[in-house]
């Protein structure tokens, strides 16, 4: 538990700005971001396009300069090279060497982290293997499809074995079986103690694989929590047969039940869980049956809906 | 230097792959294919074409491929992006800079010696001509780092023609030099002369081929104006490097 409260990144008061050349007037891609990643789960960044994701993550690796605030990686400001060993970035629609073959792609980056030439070649066939790609190794990326690149991308942010990973979009342009293999993937990472920063609009994969979730807007950060907290289980939904009295329907309906009758049944709404053992005492008592009993979750879609139209409405 | 030697291979084969190489082998095969048609002429004659000829294709093939080259070597990387899973590798921004000039200065040098095999100038046959070539590397070693260095501040576009345009003026060493000490100058004129003279490279002092080409003229001091403009060469080239890592430092990509 005391290494899963360990930080990964911390950022304190992340800003930036850039000038619309356009109207002139400067515009705050990202801002006063306070956000802790800890180490060894996974992170899912969230927000509409032109939310800032790609901007937050473009400052932390260095790639911008943010115009105020800090942020740190395993404790070192970002920027230092040094940490760039132990991440990985996998940019959102990655773009390689197309007149290199998938196996001197994954060689080159190799090279940049000073892997001898021995370990060089069992480590790039590995990762073809990794990401499905063996046959297609002495291909030139020019002849890759998109889903292809996608997945030699994976492979390349995977050549130094990252304590973290930084993946914008890990799963586009991919089909339904690949996505499930990059999930699949992911989740394997984390069990072997890695940190996935994870930006996705794919929000049933993130519902699915990520410990804790965090939605942006205009740069702003909205939300940040476990999902188990921000998608609160509130709602119980109860389907029970053999009550038509109108008295116990009124019983049901006083105790905070929204009650509907659908075919000899009725499915009950409540609202919260504190009641729902009186419903469930008055449908018993006058000899009802109950049929199913189902907490009634959010999901991270309409979470992810409601928080952004609310801002948007103000 | 493992990250400085994989950037630099790796522009090498980049470059290769590209059809603007092309254009030197073209060269080289124009020159292989012209050789015997000047049989005809006198042995001495034939030679001093040969000499003028081949040296001044490699010049100017040469500059074309490295303003070419140059100026795209690091824009190409941000356009396509292809810098993003470059720099968030444990890589230094001098080292990106760096790897790329040296990637850019050995493409030139293997077409320059491909040229030159092509064109069997063997060292045995033709010593000047190896003096030649060796001083047309250094001197589009400073055009390949001028491109660079202009290329992490202006489009590409806007690069092309100052590159060519410092070229042509620095080629000129002898006219700004007239220029600056010229007797009936004003001050102004002696002042731009003295600025384009000591600030722009002086491509000119690397133009030997004159000297080549006619036997009956000699450089003085032969070993000491090489080593005085090989080391103004590196220099120049040092300093526009350092000057473009501290812009492509504080750059944005």
Redesign the interface.
């Known amino acids: 538990m005391a290494r899963k409260m360990e930080s990964a990144i911390k950022i304190e008061g992340l800003t930036k700005e850039y000038l619309n050349r356009t109207t002139g007037k400067m515009v705050r891609a990202v801002d006063d971001l306070h956000l802790e990643v800890y180490r060894g789960e996974i992170f899912g960044f969230l927000g509409p396009n032109g939310a800032g994701k790609t901007t937050t993550i473009?400052m932390l690796?260095?790639?911008?300069?943010p115009t105020k605030g800090d942020a740190w990686i395993f404790g070192k400001p970002i920027g230092d090279?040094?940490v760039?060993?132990q991440?990985?970035?996998l940019?959102e629609s990655?773009?390689?060497?197309e007149?290199?073959t998938g196996r001197q792609v994954l060689d080159?980056?190799a090279?940049?982290?000073?892997i001898p030439a021995s370990e060089r070649k069992k480590k790039v066939d590995a990762l073809l293997d990794t990401v499905g790609l063996s046959r297609d190794g002495d291909k030139t990326l020019r002849n890759y499809s998109k889903g292809m690149l996608q997945r030699i991308?994976i492979a390349?942010a995977l050549i130094?074995d990252p304590e973290l990973l930084?993946l914008d979009e890990p799963t586009s342009g991919l089909d339904p079986m690949a996505r499930i293999e990059i999930r699949d993937l992911i989740i394997r990472l984390k069990q072997q103690g890695k940190t996935v920063f994870l930006s996705s609009h794919q929000l049933l994969e993130v519902e699915l694989i990520c410990d804790r979730v965090s939605i942006l807007n205009r740069g702003k950060l909205l939300k940040a929590g476990k999902l188990d907290e921000l998608l609160p289980s509130g709602r119980v939904e109860i389907v029970a047969e053999n009550v038509s009295d109108d008295g116990v329907i009124a019983k049901i309906r006083d105790a905070g039940g929204i009650v509907q009758r659908q075919d000899g049944r009725i499915v009950v709404q409540q609202p919260d869980d504190a009641s729902v053992n009186r419903v469930v005492d008055i449908i018993r008592s006058a000899n009802g049956t109950i049929r199913s009993l189902i907490p009634q979750r959010r999901t991270l879609e309409e979470l992810f809906v409601s928080t952004i139209e609310e801002v948007e409405k103000k | 230097m493992t990250a400085v030697t994989a950037i630099a291979y790796n522009t090498v084969r980049e470059a290769l792959s590209r059809r603007v190489v092309l254009l030197f082998l073209f060269g080289a095969l124009v020159l292989i294919i012209l050789s015997p048609l000047f049989s005809f002429l006198s042995p001495r004659e034939e030679l001093t074409l040969l000499k003028s000829l081949g040296l001044g294709v490699i010049q100017l093939a040469s500059m074309f491929i490295c303003i070419v080259m140059g100026i795209s070597l690091i824009p190409a990387e941000i356009e396509r992006r292809t810098i993003y899973t470059v720099l968030s590798k444990p890589v230094q921004r001098y080292e990106f800079v760096l790897g790329k000039f040296l990637g850019g200065i050995l493409t030139m040098l293997f077409n320059i010696l491909f040229t030159v095999v092509a064109w069997r100038a063997t060292p045995k046959q033709a010593l000047d001509l190896w003096k030649g070539f060796m001083m047309i590397f250094f001197q589009m070693s400073i055009l390949v780092s001028l491109a660079i260095f202009f290329s992490v501040f202006l489009t590409p576009f806007v690069n092309f023609f100052m590159s060519l345009g410092v070229y042509i003026v620095g080629t000129l060493s002898s006219v700004t030099e007239s220029l600056m000490k010229g007797e009936n100058r004003t001050v102004i004129q002696k002042g731009i002369g003295a600025v384009l003279h000591y600030l722009l490279p002086q491509f000119g002092n690397f133009n030997i081929q004159n000297k080549i080409i006619h036997p009956e003229t000699r450089i003085i001091n032969e070993g000491v104006y090489y080593i005085q403009n090989i080391g103004y060469a590196i220099l120049y080239i040092a300093v526009l490097l350092i000057i473009a890592v501290i812009i492509f430092d504080r750059r944005e990509v």
């Open positions: 473009k690796l260095g790639l911008i300069f090279v040094g760039k060993r991440i990985a970035y940019p990655p773009y390689f060497y007149y290199l080159f980056y090279r940049l982290f000073g991308g390349q130094n930084f």
